[in-house]
């Protein structure tokens, strides 16, 4: 049996209206009792996973939260924080910077709010709404993140973020950049991916990749889709992730795919 379960959440545990099934919940819950650990792995800040976590009972029955694309670990039921890694200064400022002359909104994150300097943006609000946090609106937004940041959010509409991360890659080589949604253009620092954080914690737990079963949709989910010893691809994710994925599930996230691919791939004994 897989002994970590690695779940993004929007777009694959929850449905389109941002809610957890109660079938996902019991099975998800079910695979615990049978010794299964959860890890929930997404781009939303810590604080706008919470409430996921508590919706599994992982504050109870055990769990991780891998926020920001993981450049964050939390054991959730302590509270303990395995690891972690942030932006500096000086490429917050240059980000913010190039983001204000490509004319593209940028959002940086505190503990409990997101920064901006363009909160009537739609994906700004976007953001907001997904991870039920209030928007702070700056004037200058690399003055006004005095805080750690483990990343910045660049976004508008997918046709222009395809440009956007294209030069955004080539001005900055040394951080990590890729899209978790078609209008969202995640950067954090060097080398961080969902695939990364997943490996530090399994190693954590003396495990290997062949111990996980990740499923996700998105882009920023196929580095722990080709990460897995068994990575799944809900019926609705980006082409390219079902492209590397060794299974795609005939479910969408509006049909509780994470529960078939837990009775399919953890029960089936």
């Known amino acids: ?43 939303r800040p810590t604080f706008g ?7 599994l009972l992982l504050d109870k029955v055990g ?11 939390i054991n959730y039921a302590t ?9 500096s200064p000086a490429d917050v400022y240059a980000i913010c910077k190039e983001a204000k002359r490509m004319e593209v909104p940028a959002i940086t ?3 409990e709010a997101l920064y901006s300097t363009s909160a009537s943006s739609v994906y700004v609000q976007k953001e907001a709404t997904i991870n039920q946090m209030p928007i702070v609106e700056v004037a200058d937004l690399a ?8 990343k910045c959010l660049l976004v508008d509409d997918p046709e222009k973020l395809v440009k956007v991360e294209l030069a955004m890659k080539e001005k900055f080589p040394n951080l990590s950049i890729y899209r978790s949604e078609p209008y969202f253009l995640e950067i954090m620092p060097q080398g ?6 997943l490996n530090i914690l399994l190693q954590h737990y003396g495990c290997t990749a062949k111990d996980l079963i990740a499923m996700g949709d998105g882009f920023n989910d196929l580095s722990m889709i080709k990460f897995a010893g068994m990575g799944v691809a809900v019926q609705n994710a980006q082409e390219v992730v079902k492209q590397v994925a060794n299974y795609v599930s ?20």
């Open 143 to 150: 003055a006004a993140t005095t805080f750690q940041t483990p």
């Open 1 to 43: 049996m897989y002994s970590f379960i690695a779940l993004d959440i929007d777009g694959t545990l929850a449905n389109s209206q941002k809610q957890i099934s109660l079938r996902n919940i019991q099975t998800l819950l079910k695979a615990v009792e049978n010794g299964a650990h959860i890890a929930l792995v997404s781009g």
């Open 109 to 111: 994150y505190s503990n």
């Open 49 to 55: 996973i919470e409430p996921t976590a508590k919706t």
């Open 192 to 197: 961080i991916d969902k695939a990364f954080s």
């Open 79 to 87: 509270g303990e924080v395995l690891y972690q890694n942030v932006l």
């Open 63 to 73: 769990g991780f939260i891998l926020s920001f694309n993981g450049a964050k670990i």
């Open 250 to 269: 005939p479910y969408t996230n509006d049909e509780d795919a994470v529960a078939h691919a837990v009775e399919r791939f953890i029960f089936c004994d």
